[in-house]
């Protein structure tokens, strides 16, 4: 029986309703980010602001949510040129990859979360990965996770299960289970306060850009990470 969660929770829409799921279902929830010289430290400040709304508007989950954890990855910086820690333009390279694919990056995020989760006593990481809206990012696959999962578990000799929410479901469903959770949460207006708190506080663009305001969030409105989640935006409101 798994009673205990450490999730990967960048402070974007994926993670959030990651860290709703992990906490409508174990008993102990601890978040964990890394710094990697990110262009913007908007992302490490909206997590910030993420946590603080979801313990206030959602009391139940307050009490489960334990530490939050702040890794230095810098060292990732330095094998790393791409879009998200260079000001390249966000473009398709020779490989058929986007230029803010970081190679190994994921592996190393798990690879830390393990450790971490190891010292910390928790059984499930819980990661916010997608095949459906797949930019391409191998390390997203579901093929790697069950790798990594396996990796993990018999390296440092825990059995891990990587639990990933968001796997084979695409944006607009994971707007409509953020609202699912929060209505579970709270049968008083939870759902739309969930969504809402996604909206309002989460940050995905890949630009930083926290100075307009859309229907479904801050962002340029522009970048490939806006364009998915006003589209799932949308497609979610419609289905309302
Ligand atoms: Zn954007």
Known sequence: MHTTALVLFSGGQDSTTCLAHALARYERVETVAFDYGQRHHVELDARLNVLR??????PAWADKLGDDHLLDLSVLGEVSETSLTRDTAIAMEASGLPNSFVPG????????????????????IVTGVCETDFSGYPDC?????????????????????IETPLMWIDKAATWQLAHDLGAKADASGGGQAMVDLVVEH??????GDRSQRHAWGYGCGNCPACELRAKG????????
Request: aromatic share 12%; charged share 20%.
């Open 105 to 124: 990056r994921n592996l190393l995020f798990l690879t830390l979360a393990a450790a971490l989760a190891y010292r910390r006593g928790l059984q499930v």
């Open 233 to 240: 935006f949308a497609a979610f409101s419609a289905s309302l």
């Open 53 to 58: 709304e979801l313990r206030a508007r959602f």
């Open 141 to 161: 696959r579901d093929d790697t996770m069950k790798a990594m999962q396996l990796a993990l578990s018999l390296g440092m000799d825990r059995r891990f299960l």
């Open 202 to 207: 989460t940050h995905t663009c890949y630009l």
